[in-house]
Structure formats: C-alpha cells, structure tokens
C-alpha cells in the first residue's frame, strides 16, 4: 500500500494474519462483528504484541469510525494518553505547510513557477530555484539538518542564514527527489513576506480557527506553552521534550482530532481551489519528463492512485497519515515512544474498511 521503510517483518505478516482471523469472528447470531469493535480488536491486538503508546482514529466520508488512545502523553510523570493530547507532528507538518502556498497561489498572490529569488534574492542559486520545486524536494538545496549547528531554541532565522551560506546544490534543479527540510523553510519565509504577517498569526486566522483546530500550535521562538503536550522517549529511553523553534520541515503540535478537521477541510474544497488541491496529489515531472511519487506535502502510491500518505519522524516521536482520497478514508497514528505504523496494521485497517458489514 505504501513504502518508506520495511516495516512489513515476517513476525508482522503473522501478526497481521492472527488478527484477520480474530475479526473473520461472528457472534452467535452469524452476524459479523460492528466495524467499530472489529478496528478496535485490531488495535488492540497490535498494543498487546507491542510497547506502543500514542493515538488512533479511522474514519471515513460518515464520520469518526474508531479512536483511541493508550499509554502516557508524560512517562515521567505517568500522565495517561488522551485524544487530546498534542503530538510534535515533525514532517507530517509539510502538507499543512504546502495549504498555506496553495492557498496563496488561490489568492493570485504568488505562483507555483516563481522563482525563489522573486521573494528571497539572497538565498544562493534563488534564480534557478521555483517554489513548484521547493514544494516537491526537487530544489537541491542540502537539508539544513547536514550543515546546521542545532540547539534548544534554533529558529528559522538561524537556519535561513545558514542556507544562505551553502556554495553548491546536490544536483540541478528539477532533475532529482532528495528529501530536504531545506525547502519548507524556505517556504513559510514566503508566506510570512507574501502575507505581512507571522506566520503562526497567518495560519491560525487563515485555517486553524475557521476549521476548528483549536489543540494545533505553530512552536515558532513566541509560542507559548502547549497544553497536554505529549513528551517523547527517545532512542536513549530518556525524555526527550522537543525545544527546537523551526517551522517548515516540522514545527507544528497537533492533536489526533484536529488532523481529522484538517483532513475534513482538505475533502471540504472551501479552502483550497479543487484543482489546486489536485496538484497536491499530482506527481513531480523531472525536467526529463519522468514522474516521481510526490506531490505538494503528500507521498503518493504507484499503485494505488488515490492513496496518498506521509509521516513524521523526529526524537520519540513517530507519526503517520493514510488516506483514501476516493473513499474519503482516513488513518492517523501518533506515538511518543518511536513506534511507527507498520505497513500490514495500516492495510489490515483498509481491508477491515473494505470489507462488507
């Protein structure tokens, strides 16, 4: 269904085969399990054979299905997990961040085919870069993780000046993929120009509170606490409470039900121009004519057209978005404690979805 890493080990494939048969179950009646209690069995059947603590929610074009949460938002302080708990949502930020360029290509305020010197003409090879490209990971600019000094409390005004010392791009522009946090950077410095606002001012007015994300917080160097902010455990099995303030290739902290409103708001088409929306599950075209899997924001699938997905990984945290643009099908798991989706509970979910009642 989808592929960033191998997920699917053969202990997952006998997993995964158990659970199928847990949910072929009928009651006494021979009627099949509610679809609620057959996702929930399969949820609980992957936490029982694994460590995991975070969030759940499968829903389709009627509404939430299933959710869940399981083990702490807080180790330390054994502070239970709750549906309202915010997640660092690391780089399944990135097609929050690409709304906001398309909303403003809607606008006519920008375009797609701009090159990067039109807004930022001090950033290196700017002239040969286009926001289309910084929005596909096709721009070759070096991710700023490679080159940047990190510390508690980096912002983006750090990591913009460190791009505007590199003296050479990974490839030509428009000819490779190489994922690249670089870009996103970049791009909510347009926003900011383009807009005249902040950029944390210009999502909340402009998406978070017309859609009603009220738990999703931009973590710029002015954000406030965060209230039920979840910590990580990290690859140490130590604390690990996220303190960067860059925006771009993360930078957000969301709750697992305001990325449903955001997912709801994306199907809606009141934000975003249906065929711009389109171009966002389109596939790059390299300057040679050949395609690649990604769009605006979105990994897609070669062989499932309307699937597209995205993850986010960063310390502890370890996140995922599925979803079935056709059947307006919806899955988000959001853990604190380096469990990611893996692959077959993702396509147990589908085919439980699938299946007749």
């Known amino acids: 269904m989808y592929s960033l890493c191998n997920y699917a080990t053969s202990l997952w494939l006998f997993l995964a085969g158990a659970v199928f048969g847990l949910l072929s179950c009928t009651t006494q009646a021979e009627e099949p399990l509610p679809l609620a209690r057959q996702l929930d069995t399969l949820f609980q059947h992957y936490v029982d054979t694994s460590s995991f603590s ?15 949460a399981v083990g702490y938002q807080n180790f330390a302080q054994q502070t239970p997990m709750t549906l309202h708990t915010a997640f660092y949502l690391a780089s399944l930020s990135k097609n929050i961040h690409a709304a906001a360029i398309m909303y403003l290509a809607d606008q006519g305020k920008l375009h797609f085919d701009d090159t990067l010197s039109q807004y930022l003409p001090d950033i290196p090879f700017s002239q040969q ?15 700023y993780y490679a080159f940047t000094e990190t510390f508690p409390g980096l912002t983006n005004d750090d990591v913009l000046k460190s791009i505007g010392t590199i003296d050479s791009l990974n490839f030509k522009p428009g000819t490779q993929f190489s994922y690249s946090n670089s870009g996103y950077a970049l791009l909510v410095r347009i926003v900011e120009i383009v807009s005249e606002q902040r950029y944390a001012d210009f999502m909340q007015t402009t998406f978070f509170d017309p859609i009603g994300m009220q738990h999703t917080v931009i973590f710029d160097e002015l954000a406030d606490s965060i209230p039920n902010r979840a910590v990580a455990i990290n690859t140490q099995g130590e604390p690990d409470n996220y303190q960067f303030r860059t925006v771009g290739g993360g930078g957000i902290f969301s709750t697992i039900e305001d990325l449903y409103q955001w997912d709801r708001a994306l199907n809606s088409k009141q ?8 171009m966002a599950y389109t596939p790059v075209t390299f300057l040679d004519g050949s395609p690649y899997p990604y769009g605006f924001g979105w990994f897609l699938s070669p062989d499932h057209p309307h699937f597209v997905y995205h993850t986010g990984s960063l310390n502890g945290f370890r996140n995922y ?12 798991l959001m853990s604190n404690n380096q469990h990611p989706a893996p692959e077959p509970l993702i396509q147990a979910i589908y085919q439980t979805l699938s299946s007749p009642s």
Do not use: C, F, N
């Open 129 to 143: 870069i286009t926001l289309r490209q910084l929005l596909t990971h096709t721009h070759g600019i070096p991710d």
């Open 54 to 68: 975070g969030t759940v929610l499968v829903a389709d074009s009627s509404g939430i299905l299933y959710s869940d």
């Open 321 to 332: 978005v599925g979803r079935w643009l056709d059947e307006q099908k919806l899955v988000i």
């Open 271 to 278: 934000y975003i121009r249906p065929e711009t929306m389109q």
